[in-house]
Structure formats: structure tokens, C-alpha cells
């Protein structure tokens, strides 16, 4: 059924040019080959999906922007993170199911993963377009994991976009404390706080790393005198719960 579905949208040939900048694209396709393990077929479907919309307007790259893969992007990671989740909990109830499938497909975690792997540095884009508004860059890395677990599917198929999203999304946004029911750690660490009688947590950012439009956040959490870790992340958020996360490991293991 899931091929029927979505099994029509590789049947329409690119019009694309392959003389454009093909040192960024042979990086780019050198990346790919060493993150999923094996060579492209059909390279013309992961440069589309690294083409921003605003890069095709001081170009004559000849093939579309990535929007069209994001569509089937979202649909192909949805499927699978929903049959991960039915299968991973058998006695919970949609409500549940729904809540913690947000946690794998919304913008913050497809982001977190786009940076985790360094999607962001093959994106073909206009600078410009960046200007002026920072969390620009952050929605495109997120669009981009999209498009790019689209273009896995109609290259090579259902195992192996399976393959991809179980390693480097459901297994690291897991490890990472991503799931919606379990990643309030900042709330955890203040409900221990109180319950142990001992004062509030306090988080301060110790730095921040790189450009302004793409910063990397380094925050530490004190609890006491006697607690403390730190925690980064591509926003201040991100970071204050890894730090938080950190210290519940660090103070229920006591």
C-alpha cells in the first residue's frame, strides 16, 4: 500500500543540469554516499532536495527548488515513525501515539537532526535571503531532512529510507531526549528541586559559538551548591535541557 501511494511521484524525469558547480556537488553527493552507505542512483533527486527555493533566483540551475520533496518527505517520515511508535507501544491510546509523534516530525527536532549531521553545509541557497532574520536558516535545515528522507525513498527505496530514519532520526532524537512525554527535563529537575527541598535550578549561557544566524548555545545548571553540568544546542532551549537532562541523571543515580 505505501508503495502504491507514493510510488508515483519517481516516475517523472529532471531536467537537470549537471555542469553546475560540480565541485559542491560532488561534495554534497560524497556526503550522502558516506551517511546512507552507498552510491546514489538517481543523483539528481538529493540535489533537488538540497535546493532552497531562493538559490533558483540567481541561478540557471536547471531543476526545481525541494518543496515538492518535502511534501512526500513528511508523509514517508510520518508512516514510519507512527508504525515505530504503534509497535513500540501496543497498550497506548491514540491520544498518546499522536502527542509523541509530534516530538519526531515537528521543526525542532527535524532541525536538531539537520545540524546534528550537517545538512546545513550543502544547502544550496541564496545568502541573501537570510538576511535579517535568523531563525530563517534553522526552518530550512528542517525542510531540507524532509526533502532529503524523500529523495532516499524514491532512489532507493522503502528499506532503506526505514534504514535511515530508525539510525538517524527515531534513535537520536530518543537518545536525546526528544519525545514529547519524556523531554521536559527542566520541569523534572524543578519538581525534584522541590521535592528534596533543595533551591530552584539556575541556568546561565557560559557561550555561543558561531554565526548569528546559525549559534550554537552552551548553558549550565546549577542546583544547590553541590549540582551542576552543562548543556548545548542550536537554541537556548535545546541547550537548558540537555544541561537539566545531565544533572537528573547525575542526582537519581545517588
Do not use: C, W
Not at 524525469?13 to 553546475?20: A, E, S
Not at 540551475?61 to 518535502?70: D, G, M, P, Q
Not at 536525546?176 to 521535592?195: M, P, R, T, V, W
Not at 542546583?223 to 535541557?241: L, P, R
Request: overall charge positive; proline content about 3%; cysteine-free.
Amino acid at each position: 500500500m505505501f508503495k502504491k501511494i507514493f510510488g508515483f511521484f519517481g516516475k517523472k524525469n529532471i531536467n537537470f543540469n549537471p555542469d553546475f558547480n560540480p565541485e559542491k556537488v560532488n561534495k554534497l553527493l560524497i556526503m550522502i554516499e558516506n551517511l546512507i552507505g552507498t552510491k546514489p542512483n538517481r543523483s539528481f533527486y538529493f540535489i533537488k532536495a538540497f535546493t532552497h527555493r531562493s538559490y533558483l533566483e540567481k541561478t540557471n540551475f536547471h531543476v526545481k527548488s525541494n518543496e515538492r520533496l518535502e511534501f512526500l518527505g513528511d508523509a514517508v517520515l510520518g508512516k514510519i515513525v507512527a508504525e515505530y511508535l504503534f509497535r513500540k507501544y501496543p497498550n497506548e491510546k491514540e491520544g498518546f501515539l499522536t502527542k509523541v509523534r509530534s516530538s519526531f516530525v515537528n521543526k525542532e527536532s527535524l532541525e536538531e537532526v539537520g545540524y546534528h549531521l550537517h545538512l546545513d553545509k550543502y544547502i544550496f541557497l541564496n545568502d541573501k535571503y537570510l538576511s535579517n532574520e535568523k531563525r530563517k536558516l534553522g526552518n530550512i535545515v528542517a525542510d531540507t531532512v524532509e526533502a532529503f528522507i524523500a529523495a532516499i525513498y524514491l532512489d532507493l527505496g522503502e528499506a532503506k529510507v526505514t534504514d535511515f530514519i530508525n539510525k538517524y532520526i527515531i534513535k537520536y532524537l530518543v537518545n536525546n531526549g526528544f519525545l514529547e512525554h519524556d523531554k521536559n527535563f527542566k520541569g523534572q529537575l524543578l519538581e525534584y528541586s522541590h521535592a528534596h527541598k533543595l533551591s530552584p535550578p539556575q541556568y546561565s549561557i557560559v557561550e555561543q559559538i558561531g554565526p548569528q544566524h546559525n549559534k550554537i548555545f552552551k548553558v549550565r545548571v546549577k542546583v544547590g551548591e553541590k549540582y551542576f553540568a552543562e548543556g548545548v544546542g542550536h537554541n537556548k532551549k535545546a541547550a537548558e535541557q540537555q544541561a537539566a537532562q545531565k544533572v537528573l541523571k547525575e542526582l537519581n543515580s545517588l
